[in-house]
């Protein structure tokens, strides 16, 4: 190989330098031109079809300006997206693109909805069906009201998987009014649309869903809100009965009022899925007879109903131990378990020394209301106590469960008993734990025994968290049978009248100790029906099913403070009908708070 010359090897090394600049900081090269990067505000939105949404692209590295595409509907260059006119919800994407570099992109999600429909088509003419029809899945309510301010809204339900339609119905609103109503949409990726307003005329309510209800305030004071739930039995006539829903202010907002032949409805209470379950059965003769029990939704279409021979072919049927037995209906309460389960009252007879004698049992029905598991009351008490009327030796008219032990405790009204059952979630041999009242297993503090314990009582509750253990209960105490333990009935010959209170009683079970932390009168005498509990705000509300007064079928409900001596809140009075029970809860959904 030939020697190259020295002059090569300078021009050579020049051209390097031109080409590649040189290292160092004082090397005078040239710097790399900036990345470019395109982002797009907001990333997600949701709108109504044809609206329109601006979105800005911003651009780094780069002055050249974006290029705007959308999937669907239109965007101008200035980023002006208007969507499809429908008719049906989509999912749109707008693009923005780098007019520099086109590999450099940026995108948003539009969620177009298609307004809601809300019509009257329901059954019940005070309930409104509203369906709306996302493309992307979402959880969706309504709010509604007599007007923009709406001020009340539905629980919230989701679309199917990937969006769908739900139709949600829209109840608690009063009879012959105009309301107005837009549907809430918030969708999974954190986007929301409200729907545009819509508004409905309620329909008028028959004579016989109009009952006569007076509401009062105290003033200076707040009732608990939420909405009032009565169980109205009119005895003449016979047929009119009615499970009716108010607001505080005593307006009727819901009503559902089959034809029952005679059937008088038992506690109505909601269930989980927002349905309300109802039992009917007639109120003479053997409790539970010709029985029927109903799941109704919200436009009163009957889910499901249950008879009393339709419970006996499942109990038939059923392996559970004892389940094979015959019974008259359920009768009175059930108990809604976390499970799904319900755990009914049913009403059955036994001859007893030639007399036929009236008892009940506790069946647990499973989620396909096939009975699981039994208990029997001619299997665990004494049929040779009988404190109060005689053959209907228990009167069971309460069932509650106990979340904290999984144990059932049942009032039986003419034993003058609170008992509480070895239930254990179904898995328990139906001992009786304990029972509670006069000549029962706990002693009475702060009372004198017997005339402070209850007597023919009804509708316990729980009062707070705690339900084992030591723990509060709250009830309606009727006081038919009070002086049993004298001899004479109160309010028979030369005995004193009779009178109700609503015990507040602090349980210690296992030392056997039932203290009377506070006994306040019943402002009247109610010689059947009522419940007791403490609501949210602390006061105490309780039903005074059936007064003598004047007329003499009329029932009062009152919310009192827990002072001594309480003073009252509210009252709801009923002229002409027995309110069996009258209960407050948050509202007409699961989970909601008016």
Not at 234 to 258: K, R
Not at 284 to 296: A, F, H, R, T
């Amino acid at each position: 190989m030939k020697n190259l010359s020295p002059i090569f090897f300078v021009v050579a090394y020049s051209l390097f330098l031109v080409t590649y600049g040189c290292g160092g900081s004082e090397g005078g090269g040239q710097t790399p031109p900036p990345a470019i990067s395109v982002t797009v505000s907001p990333t997600v939105t949701a709108i109504g079809i044809g609206q329109s949404q601006q979105f800005t692209a911003t651009v780094t590295g780069d002055t050249g300006g974006v290029t705007w595409t959308a999937s669907a509907g239109t965007i101008d260059a200035m980023g002006n997206f208007t969507a499809p006119a429908g008719p049906a919800s989509s999912v749109a994407t707008v693009t923005a693109t780098s007019k520099t570099d086109t590999t450099k992109v940026a995108s948003a999600s539009i969620n177009v909805v298609a307004p809601g429909n809300s019509v009257l088509t329901t059954t019940n003419v005070q309930v409104a069906q509203y369906t709306i029809t996302p493309a992307a899945a979402a959880d969706v309510s309504v709010e509604f009201g007599p007007d923009t301010n709406y001020g009340l809204n539905t629980w919230t339900q989701p679309t199917p998987t990937g969006g769908g339609a739900v139709s949600l119905f829209v109840a608690g609103m009063r009879a012959n009014t105009l309301y107005h109503m837009r549907g809430i949409v918030k969708f999974k990726d954190g986007s929301q649309y409200t729907d545009i307003d819509q508004t409905v005329t309620t329909g008028g309510l028959q004579v016989a869903q109009r009952p006569n209800i007076v509401v009062t305030t105290a003033p200076g004071t707040t009732p608990q809100s939420g909405v009032e739930v009565l169980n109205l039995i009119t005895p003449s006539p016979a047929t009119v009965v009615n499970m009716v829903v108010t607001d505080v202010a005593g307006n009727v907002i819901w009503t559902y009022n089959p034809a029952m032949n005679g059937r008088s409805p038992g506690p109505g209470k909601l269930l989980p899925n927002g349905h309300f379950l109802i039992n009917y059965n007639f109120g003479i003769g053997v409790d539970g007879l010709n029985s029927i029990m109903q799941e109704v939704d919200l436009s009163g279409t009957v889910v499901w109903q249950m008879t009393a021979d339709d419970l006996n072919n499942a109990l038939a049927a059923a392996t559970c131990a004892g389940c094979n037995i015959t019974v008259a209906g359920t009768h009175h309460d059930f108990a809604i378990l976390p499970n799904g389960h319900l755990v009914v009252i049913a009403g059955r007879q036994q001859m007893i020394s030639g007399v036929n004698v009236t008892g009940d049992v506790l069946i647990d029905l499973d989620e396909n209301r096939k009975p699981v598991w039994l208990w029997n009351e001619f299997d665990h008490l004494d049929t040779n106590r009988r404190p109060y009327l005689f053959p209907d030796w228990t009167h069971t008219n309460a069932v509650i469960y106990s979340p904290d032990d999984g144990n059932l405790t049942i009032s039986i009204r003419h034993q003058n008993w609170l008992v509480k059952i070895n239930y254990a979630d179904g898995t328990g041999n139906g001992d009786v734990l304990w029972r509670m009242g006069y000549q029962g297993d706990f002693t009475l503090v702060g009372g004198t025994d017997p005339q402070d314990w209850f007597y023919a009582q009804h509708g316990p509750s729980f009062v707070g968290s705690k339900t084992a253990g030591n723990f509060s209960l709250v009830l309606f105490d009727n006081g038919d049978d009070r002086g049993v333990a004298a001899g004479p009935l109160c309010g028979t010959s030369g005995e004193p009248a009779c009178y109700s209170t609503v015990p507040l009683l602090q349980i210690d079970e296992t030392a056997k100790t039932v203290t009377l932390v506070a006994n306040p009168t019943a402002p009247v005498y109610s010689f059947f029906g009522g419940n007791a509990e403490v609501l949210a705000n602390g006061n105490v509300e309780f039903a005074e099913s059936a007064t003598l007064s004047t007329p003499t079928t009329n029932s009062t409900i009152y919310e009192m403070t827990q002072t001594s001596p309480p003073q009252p809140v509210w009252q709801m009075q009923i002229t002409g009908q027995y309110a069996y029970r009258g209960m407050r809860i948050p509202s007409l959904y699961p989970g909601v708070q008016w």
